[in-house]
C-alpha cells in the first residue's frame, strides 16, 4: 500500500515526478489516500479488483460449563471494482510555443488539466455510479445508502436539529449537531469529513460557538484543517464545472439541494440541504484506491514539438477507482440544512 507521494519515491522521470506531486498539493484526498496498486491485466485488458469486505462483525458470548458456544461469525462479501481510466487531452501551437517564456502555455495546460483531472475523481469518489455511467466507479453516495452509518437519511421528515441557516438556528442547535457530527466521526473512525464549503464555514463556526477550535496547518503548500482531539482533516471537495463554449456552470462537488420530505398532502419541500462524508483512509480496514501495478497510477504525454506538424497533443491521465473493506469505517450525514 502506498499513497502517491510515495510512488514518486527512486522515479526516473522527473516531468511525471512533478506531475504527481502536483496531483497531491491539489487534493487532501490524494495526499492522504492509500493506493493498492496490484492490478495487473495480464493476458487481456480486464482491468477488476477483487477484495473482501466485512459486512457484519463477529461476535463473543459467555458459555456454561459442559455447553458449547452459539456459533456467530463474521459476514464477509466478496466484492470487486473496476478500475476505470479518465484525464483529458490538450492542444498546443507551435508557434505557441515558440513565445514560451512570454506565455508558458504546455505547462498551464498541464495545470489545468491535473485540476480538472482532480475535480472528476473527488466528484465520482462520492457521486459516482457505474449504472448511470459505466466508464465511472461507484461512490461512497452509492455505498452508503441504506448502512448502519448512513445517519439522517429519514424521508418521513425534517430533522430541525441540524438546521443551521442562520446565525440564530446555528446557535440553538449547535450542541445538537456538533453531536451528531462526532457519532460520525467516532463510529467510522474517521481520518477526514468530506464537505463543501459553505458546510466546512458552518462546522467551523459551531465549534467557535461552543467553545472548541479547528486547527490550521500547512502541508504540501496549503493550508488544512483538523477539529478534534485526533485532528480529523475537514475536507473541501470544492467544485466541479461544466463547459459549453465560453459559459462555464460551477457548483459543488458534494451538492446543496432541495430534497422531498413526507409522502401525500402532508408532503414538503425543504430547501439547502447537504450531506457530510466520513471515511477512514486505510488500505486493510477502510477507503483506499485502487490503481494498476507499479507506479503508473498518473501518466503524461506531453507534445513532442520536434515532430513535424503545426499543432501537438498532450494528455494527462490517471488509473484508478476507490474500494471500502469496511463498510463500518465510512459514514454519511444527511439532510443538514445549511441556507
Known amino acids: 500500500m502506498l499513497n502517491l507521494a510515495q510512488m514518486t519515491t527512486g522515479m526516473q522521470d522527473k516531468v511525471a515526478q512533478q506531475i504527481i506531486d502536483t496531483f497531491v498539493r491539489e487534493s487532501e484526498v490524494l495526499e492522504l489516500l492509500p493506493f493498492d496498486n496490484a492490478v495487473n491485466p495480464t493476458g487481456g485488458s480486464t482491468l477488476v479488483y477483487g477484495y473482501v469486505q466485512e459486512k457484519v462483525p463477529s461476535t463473543a458470548s459467555f458459555r456454561a460449563i459442559g455447553s458449547e458456544y452459539t456459533n456467530s461469525e463474521a459476514i464477509l462479501q466478496q466484492l470487486a471494482v473496476t478500475l476505470k481510466v479518465f484525464g483529458g487531452s490538450f492542444q498546443v501551437d507551435r508557434v505557441i510555443k515558440s513565445m514560451e517564456a512570454q506565455l508558458e502555455s504546455v505547462n498551464h495546460q498541464v495545470q489545468s488539466k491535473i485540476k480538472a483531472a482532480v475535480a472528476l ?10 449504472a448511470t455511467n459505466p466508464l465511472s466507479f461507484d461512490g461512497l453516495n452509492k455505498m452508503l445508502v441504506g448502512t448502519n452509518t448512513e445517519y439522517g437519511a429519514s424521508t418521513q421528515g425534517e430533522n430541525l436539529n441540524l438546521d443551521l441557516s442562520t446565525m440564530t438556528k446555528l446557535k440553538a442547535n449547535a450542541d445538537i449537531f456538533y453531536e451528531e457530527l462526532l457519532k460520525l466521526i467516532n463510529t467510522t473512525n474517521a ?6 464549503a459553505d458546510m ?15 486547527e490550521s496547518e500547512e502541508a504540501f503548500g496549503r493550508v488544512v484543517t483538523t477539529i478534534g482531539e485526533n485532528k480529523v482533516r475537514i475536507i473541501d471537495l470544492k467544485n466541479k464545472y461544466s463547459v459549453n463554449g465560453e459559459n462555464v456552470t460551477e457548483t459543488p462537488i458534494i451538492g446543496i439541494q432541495s430534497r422531498d420530505f413526507g409522502e401525500g398532502s402532508s ?14 483512509f486505510d488500505g486493510y480496514d477502510g477507503l483506499l484506491g485502487v490503481t494498476v501495478a507499479g507506479d503508473k ?12 506538424g503545426a499543432v501537438k497533443t498532450g494528455e494527462v491521465e490517471m488509473i484508478g477507482a ?18
Do not use: C, E, W
Not at 481520518?191 to 463543501?196: E, G, L, P
Not at 466546512?200 to 479547528?214: D, E, H, N, P
Not at 408532503?267 to 466520513?278: E, H, N, P, Q, S
Open 297 to 308: 497510477v498518473i501518466d503524461s504525454y506531453l507534445p513532442d514539438f520536434t515532430q513535424p
Open 200 to 214: 466546512k464555514t458552518k462546522i467551523q463556526t459551531v465549534a467557535r460557538v461552543l467553545g472548541y477550535k479547528t
Open 322 to 339: 476507490v474500494a471500502l473493506k469496511n463498510s463500518r469505517n465510512a459514514g454519511v450525514l444527511r439532510n443538514v440544512k445549511i441556507i
Open 121 to 130: 475523481f473527488h466528484d465520482t469518489m462520492i457521486n459516482g455510479d457505474s
Open 191 to 196: 481520518t477526514a469529513i468530506m464537505v463543501n
Open 267 to 280: 408532503k414538503t419541500t425543504v430547501t439547502g440541504l447537504t450531506d457530510i462524508y466520513a471515511a477512514k
